[in-house]
């Protein structure tokens, strides 16, 4: 009866496992969007646009939540005059975040996040 209960247990775990990896993917699957959204508004070249995704993407790591994107990015759409509130950013992060789960779901790999 215990064995069977470290079992469950177990299985809890690798379940949990899996579903904080699977919400990392597509977080920063949905900040990959993201940049290409914005780096589009920006104007930018598919060069810059490259580098500009991946300071997106790392601006995620500094601390839990999106708060941190949202600094970097709405810094950025300041500095670059662009005629985007912090309200519509949040809600581009929040119709993007289903898309990029799906996307994860459906297969990529980790490095084309």
Do not use: C, H
């Amino acid at each position: 009866m215990a064995d069977s209960f470290k079992e469950r247990g177990k299985g809890e775990e690798l379940r949990f496992e899996m579903s904080q990896e699977l919400q990392f993917k597509a977080e920063a699957r949905r900040n990959r969007l993201l940049g290409e959204w914005l780096a589009q508004k920006f104007g930018l070249t598919s060069d810059e646009t490259g580098a500009y995704v991946k300071e997106v993407i790392a601006s995620d790591l500094e601390e839990p939540g999106i708060e941190d994107v949202i600094r970097k990015v709405m810094k950025d759409i300041g500095e670059r005059g662009a005629a985007i509130s912090e309200d519509e950013l949040r809600a581009e992060m929040t119709r993007l975040f289903p898309v990029a789960l799906e996307q994860v779901k459906e297969g990529f790999k980790p490095d084309s996040l």
